[in-house]
RNA sequence: GGGCGAAUAGCUCAGUUGGUUAGAGCGCCUGUCUUACACACAGGAUGUCGGGGGUUCGAGUCCCUCUUCGCCCACCA
């Protein structure tokens, strides 16, 4: 037989794509809402919503990890007899995607969006998401997702924009959303407001100004004729409106109420006792700057103080209406941080600058331009997220809805307690805009659901707020918006929602999953999803994480050209802790994708065996073949596949809990991919290839009835691999599968059920030939252990007397099974009641199988014998080690029965084995 | 500053409520093109389970402590 080079198999990324579009035009992936039984059809429902890329994404390593464990958890329940739905989109991603084109428009056109004006400017964003924005959902197809492109959404479509509205209108008429005068996170670079969320902590050392701030006048006594104040913000001190010490800070108790002269700004400002002032940092002496701090603005609140804004929002000097006087000629219009310089200059110049010391603190930074955020008083719309927190706490208390790994749990809870209210508007061009009308002449917002034209109340001119909404206002909508909700009346809210498991990186817990959850109990009175499954990063060998930025990027559509989708899949799911970050070099692809294509390709090849040997004739059934035909590797095997589908099962399920909230008995279970992995490829591998395929090669060329009940298990146990694969590796399983004999002509691998096992328990039954196979093994390992130690090559052609220690059993079986123990380790066997012990003789134990193999020639009797002496020596301190603990009273009370049971048992066999190994010695080395 | 987690073979990690001689993949060493597969087969080596103390008949597993890393949160000017 010809057999093609490796080569040609390990190039699948083509018929890898047209099985995908086979797959796709066959409807593989569409989901049937009428099938779901909670709109009366006979299938439980199983949804994962994807995480929606930002629309102009396109794929790296994250997105390959993270489809890939939605795809392998919604094939899995797909061929488990769900209606499964896996529904994708792509988020609008409004800071990001606006980010993009105002670049590319500066790069391109020398423009800013202003010089486009905002209906310009939308419609140049529209343009550019209609051409560009698929990329990311094709090349997830590239990778074999499962999704069920029919119902693909999009964050900014009519339908989903609908749902916006009538989220920020419930909410507003429920009095959860309002107008708040505050300090907020900006960033100067995007020119809008971020949320807490969105303004990210970086540890920097920055330096510590202590500024002397002279008293307005000199007091009479004499005594103190200014204060010296701390601060890492030299340049607001122009906003400044008060300094602050603490009430009963006796240091300044005569202070308060006196006032100070600003300098630079040279204006007056009061002494003020505040318990905000903490006595212990520094002087005690705080400036108080309410528009560009958000505890100033409290205190600033208590105390009734102006607010006066000393910077444009573009992050330079200025005085605005009530900052007047405030900001020198010189100042005006310089950056923030130059400002900042020339201030502390002026400062040293005067005298007044005390001292500078370096000074380690935490500044925030726009989590998409890096920019450093500027606290700024202004006025946006917010969220009172405390009510809608509520439900979402005790939902994870009460195992309504699970995350893991666990320990995310705690990170969950820490931040719904400490939850503060969500500032939602941002005032970019690119997302929903507020839905929010104001009236020239009559006092009081309207808030609408559709589009107002004329004020309701006096039919005067009205004008839309400008801003849009956090792109995360339309995200916490997924799981329902996508489903056609505020229409509950929808077929696939009815059948689809809870949805199932959400699968994401733990990046985006408060972002998204947090207010999922929160959104799904607002809106929807449920749940969103009964499990949070956060998977890990990718990173790469110094554990930092992927980023094309970084330039340590592995690109998956690379990986999938060169070694197939199937084995990037295989090598993230094998390599996926629960939880664990998955480590790839990005300098060696080869060498870290190796596990996935090594795998496929022993997968090919063990399809490509069976294959050629199976002739034509026609396969029977195993069910239909008499149990008695069947060979004691047949038993084995079929035992062996049923401990995998056990594994593979235990590994992944439960799919859903049994009752309203997650059992603690399953609570923590389930999701663990990397050891669904291991147990399927130790099938197909280490059982099925490694033993049965080899077991079965001269039962195959000989003809007869063994040869059918051969072909017939090699058929139904790698069937059943395959089917235990897919979820894993689509492909190469289904092109495998296809060719195997006895499946519907038009099926399809991913859509036939999920194996089963054929004895509920596959240990129980001890007289069954599975157990018995493993004697067989046991003997050939012994055998196979000894040529290596003799270094008698493979060709050899040795002969070995098999001499059976254990019982009649065993010595019928080792009878029986000669002929494959030969063939296996290429011995000719005998199987004999006494061993020809002598120099010229070697015999090991094995499993209480006395094996001696006559090696003519070949045994070096004095290397044998320190050898078997070693052998004792170390069995002895075992056995010492285990007789001590059966005599420790302690052990054989206390310790569980089947446990003290198995130490006695094993006490016995090693006695037995100790016994014979010291005959051995004795013969062999003669003392 | 607050909260959480991790440390097991050269590397990446499993190790379920304490209970056989602590496992897997990759890497390493030896041999082999044994009629599916050298991206393979066969054999092999490698671990004071981070240090110390404790509970227990028994600890990788539970408790305390130290060390070293990591993550999340944070309104210390």
Redesign the pocket.
């Known amino acids: ?1 010809t ?1 093609p080079p ?2 040609e ?2 190039k699948p990324s083509a018929t890898e794509r047209s099985r995908y579009q086979q797959w796709e035009t066959s409807g593989a992936f569409i989901a049937d809402a009428s099938r779901s039984v909670r709109s009366g059809g006979d299938r439980e429902p199983f949804t994962i919503m994807m995480p929606p890329p930002n629309v102009t994404d396109i794929l790296h390593v994250g997105h390959g990890l993270n489809s890939t464990v939605q795809d392998v958890i919604i094939r899995w329940r797909r061929m488990a007899g769900d209606e499964a739905l896996w529904l994708p989109g792509t988020d609008h991603a409004g800071i990001a995607t606006q980010n993009v084109v105002e670049k590319k428009l500066a790069r391109e056109e020398k423009k800013t969006r202003f010089d486009l004006g905002r209906e310009a400017f939308v419609a140049r964003t529209t343009a550019f998401v209609a051409a560009t924005g698929g990329t990311i959902l094709q090349q997830i197809r590239g990778i074999g997702a499962s999704c069920d492109w029919s119902r693909t959404a999009y964050t900014l479509t009519p339908e989903l924009s609908r749902a916006v509205r009538e989220a920020f209108v419930r909410l507003h008429e429920k009095g959860l959303i309002y107008r708040g005068h505050r300090v907020i996170h900006w960033c100067s670079r995007c020119l809008t407001s971020l949320s ?2 969105e303004a ?2 970086k ?1 920097e050392t920055g330096s ?1 100004y202590h500024i002397t701030y002279p008293l307005a006048d000199a007091p009479a006594d004499g005594s103190m004729t200014s204060v010296t ?5 030299p340049e607001t001190m122009l906003g400044d409106v008060a300094v ?1 010490v603490h009430p009963d800070d006796p240091r300044y108790r005569a202070l308060i109420g006196k006032e100070i002269l600003l300098p630079i700004a040279g204006v007056r400002i009061p002494v003020i006792a505040d318990a ?12 108080i700057t309410p528009a560009h ?4 603005f409290e205190v600033g609140r208590r105390h009734s103080l102006p607010m006066p804004i000393v910077m444009s929002p573009t992050g330079e000097m200025e005085e605005s209406a009530d900052a007047a006087g405030r900001v020198p000629a010189n100042l005006r219009g310089m950056d923030r941080f130059a400002a900042r310089a020339e201030i502390v200059e002026t400062l040293r110049a005067s005298g007044l600058l005390a001292r500078v010391e370096p ?1 380690a ?2 500044v ?1 930074h726009c989590y998409r331009c890096d920019t450093v955020v500027e606290p700024r008083l202004s006025d946006q719309w917010f969220v009172s997220m405390e009510p809608l927190a509520r439900p979402a706490l005790e939902a994870v208390r009460t195992g309504g809805i699970r995350i893991l790994p666990e ?1 995310w749990e ?2 969950y809870v ?2 719904l307690e ?1 939850i ?1 209210d969500w500032n939602i508007s941002r005032q970019l061009w690119w997302g929903h805009r507020i839905p929010v009308w104001y009236c020239a002449t009559c006092p009081d917002p309207i808030v609408s659901r559709d589009d107002v034209a004329l004020c309701p109340r006096c039919g005067g001119a009205v004008r839309q707020d400008d801003d849009v909404l956090d792109t995360w206002f339309s995200s916490w909508l997924w799981p329902f918006s996508t489903l056609g909700w505020p229409d509950t009346a929808s077929r696939d809210l009815r059948a689809f929602y809870p949805t199932d498991v959400l699968i994401t990186a ?2 985006i ?2 972002f998204w999953v947090a207010r999922m959850i929160m959104g799904g109990f607002e809106f929807m009175g449920e749940r969103p999803f009964h499990t949070v499954y956060l998977h ?1 990063t990718v990173r790469d ?1 110094q ?1 930092v994480k992927m980023s094309k930025s970084r330039g340590n990027g592995i690109d998956p559509l690379v990986v999938v050209d060169r ?1 197939g989708a199937d084995a990037l899949r295989y090598t993230l799911v ?2 996926l ?7 790839v070099d990005p300098g060696d692809i080869d ?1 870290s994708f ?2 996935g ?6 997968l090919r ?2 399809g ?2 069976i294959l ?2 199976l002739g034509d004739d026609p396969v029977p059934d195993v069910a239909s073949i008499p149990a008695e035909q069947l060979t004691r590797a047949d038993r084995w095997i079929l035992d062996r596949l049923d401990v995998a589908i056990a594994d593979a099962n235990s590994a992944l399920g439960p799919a859903r809990p049994s009752g309203p909230a997650w059992d603690s008995s399953e609570l ?1 279970s389930g999701l ?1 991919l ?2 669904y992995a ?1 147990a399927t ?1 130790r099938f197909a ?2 059982e099925l ?2 033993w049965y ?2 077991a079965t ?1 001269g039962r195959l060329l000989a003809g007869g009835v063994d040869r059918d009940v051969a072909r017939g298990v090699l058929v139904h146990v790698f069937d059943a691999a395959l089917r235990l694969l897919q979820p894993i590796v689509p492909f190469v399983t289904e092109e495998l599968w296809q060719q195997l004999p006895g499946h519907p002509a038009e099926g399809t691998l991913a859509r036939v059920p999920w194996p089963e096992a054929r004895r509920a328990t596959p240990d129980a039954d001890s007289a069954n030939g599975g157990s018995q196979f493993e004697l067989v093994r046991e003997t050939v ?1 012994a055998l ?2 000894l ?3 003799y ?1 008698v ?3 050899k052609l040795i002969a070995a007397v098999i001499v059976p220690s254990r019982d009649v059993a065993a010595r019928r079986i080792l009878d029986e099974e000669a002929a494959l123990i030969g063939r296996l380790t ?1 011995c000719t066997i005998t199987v004999a009641d006494a061993a020809p012990l002598g120099t010229a003789a070697h015999a090991v134990l094995s499993g209480g199988t006395g094996i001696a193999v006559p090696l003519e020639g070949i045994i070096d009797v004095k290397r044998e014998c320190q050898r078997l002496q070693g052998e004792l020596e170390q069995l002895d301190k ?1 056995l010492s ?2 007789v001590q ?1 059966l005599a ?4 054989t009370s ?3 029965a089947h ?1 003290v049971e ?2 006695r048992r ?1 006490e016995s066999e ?1 006695g037995a084995r100790r016994q014979q190994l010291s005959e051995k010695v004795r013969a062999l080395c003669g003392s």
């Open positions: 037989m057999t490796i080569t198999l390990s807490d969320e990210e902590h540890d510590l104040v701390a601060t890492t913000r602050a905000y002032a903490d006595p212990a940092f520094g002087t005690g002496v705080v400036k701090d958000p505890n100033d000074h603190h935490s925030r320990r705690a990170v820490n931040w400490g503060r733990p990046e817990l408060f890990g060998t554990h070694y094998a390599g802790g629960m939880g664990a970050d998955v480590i060498q190796a596990p294509r090594n795998f496929v390709t022993k090849n063990i490509r065996f050629t040997n923590r663990r990397s050891e291991e490829r591998w280490s290839a490694d395929v080899e090669k390992d196979r252990q040529r290596s130690e270094a090559t493979p060709q290429r075992q080690a285990l603990r420790n009273e302690g052990f206390r310790a569980p446990v198995a130490e094993k090693w």
